[in-house]
């Protein structure tokens, strides 16, 4: 199979709902990590592995921002202010250290109410673009490229391909094919890229919603976002809408 050298991983922060909107966090926010897969599997994968072991003794683990935020779970052990910061400490690092590139879409919910597409629908369609822009520079674009997401429900699920097939048969700013395939993921898969991906997503929308805030994770984010020729990020790698 003529497959490219890059896989990418999926996840997400907000309610893409437009019939509801949270005061607190009025928007939606979609983020592709891109990997190549070399690179994926002899450095971010281990990473992981090792991490886990040494914090928690094995490996099964899923590293989950809510939860982590939280100390729901597993992660109840960060009991003290020591230990939370010194876990975080070493999850930003690993992060920072590991080879990937961001292409994130923000919505602005507060803004959208006008609009007859769904935030999923609008943040998709601009990633998978992004995207497709991505590989085309690495020359990898003619080649099939895996797009892995978490399940989320029968029926969003269904709705979720229907868009990703129609975008990439066409339904895009350039009116042509794009050769990717969709993976549908279960929540518990001990996937490291879904895991990366899922500690992406909000630290991306607070560092719009709130920019004077101190935002650690986005600092160490910042430089792993995709740019065009000239170095710019918005609306390259970050895309905020409207």
Not at 84 to 91: G, I, M, S
Not at 207 to 230: I, T, Y
């Amino acid at each position: 199979m003529n497959f490219s050298n890059y896989i990418v991983y999926v996840d997400e922060s907000g309610d893409h709902s437009l019939s509801s909107v949270n005061k607190d966090f009025p928007i939606f926010v979609l983020a592709f990590c891109i990997f190549e897969k070399k690179s994926y599997s002899q450095s971010a994968v281990l990473k992981l592995k090792d991490f886990k072991f040494k914090h928690f003794g094995h490996d099964m683990v899923i590293l989950h921002e809510n939860e982590i935020r939280r100390d729901k779970g597993w992660f109840k052990i960060l009991n003290t202010k020591e230990k939370k910061e010194a876990f975080l400490e070493e999850l930003t690092q690993i992060i920072y250290e590991e080879d990937f590139t961001i292409i994130a879409t923000v919505i602005r919910k507060d803004k959208l109410f006008s609009q007859s597409n769904s935030p999923y629908d609008i943040a998709l369609k601009y990633c998978m673009e992004r995207t497709y822009k991505f590989l085309e520079s690495k020359k990898e674009h003619t080649k099939t490229t895996h797009i892995v997401v978490e399940q989320r429900g029968k029926n969003e699920d269904e709705e979720l391909e229907l868009e990703f097939r129609r975008v990439c048969d066409g339904h895009n700013f350039q009116n042509i094919h794009f050769p990717f395939e969709i993976i549908m993921a279960n929540k518990m898969s001990n996937s490291a890229g879904l895991q990366l991906a899922d500690l992406v997503a909000r630290p991306i929308g607070l560092s719009v919603l709130k920019p004077e805030q101190k935002n650690r994770a986005f600092e160490v984010l910042k430089d792993k976002f995709h740019k065009n020729g000239s170095g710019r990020v918005e609306g390259v790698g970050l895309k905020i809408f409207p």
